[in-house]
């Protein structure tokens, strides 16, 4: 049974750091690429960021403040997030997709990393509210 599991979120100050974890079973992590997207009510859902292997991709507004890393030996995907603003909360979710991960058309996976359509499963995501 695939099951991606996020935690970490909570309320954090402007300016805060916050690192979000996402642990995957039920699948070979390393089989997979593992993205980052978030929510606000109303709105889509945005891609934050991917792992594929050690390759990284991040929505270009985020780069710098936000840093993404995988442990494959404890089967789990991180999102540091620094320097948090206001604009930051929102519901964080993980998703694993296999055709970003090393058997799909990795050439593609630049382009359909941001698209929701892109991922197999999801998580239940956590809540990052930045506030004061």
């Known amino acids: 049974q695939v099951q991606l599991v996020e935690s970490g979120g909570g309320l954090v100050q402007p300016g805060g750091s916050l690192r979000l974890s996402c642990a995957a079973s039920?699948?070979?992590?390393?089989?997979?690429?593992i993205g980052w997207f978030r929510q606000v009510p109303g709105k889509e859902r945005e891609a934050v960021s991917c792992?594929?292997?050690?390759?990284?991709l991040y929505a270009e507004s985020l780069k710098g403040r936000f840093i993404i890393s995988r442990d494959n030996t404890k089967k789990t995907v991180y999102l540091q997030m620094n320097s948090l603003k206001p604009e930051d909360t929102a519901v964080y979710y993980c998703?694993?997709?296999?055709?970003?991960?090393?058997?799909?058309?990795?050439?593609?996976?630049?382009?359909?990393?941001?698209?929701?359509?892109?991922?197999?499963?999801w998580g239940q995501g956590t809540q990052v509210t930045v506030s004061s």
């Open positions: 039920g699948f070979t992590l390393d089989d997979y690429a």
């Open positions: 792992i594929r292997s050690s390759d990284t």
């Open positions: 998703a694993a997709s296999r055709s970003g991960g090393p058997y799909g058309k990795t050439w593609l996976w630049p382009v359909r990393w941001p698209f929701v359509h892109s991922y197999d499963y």
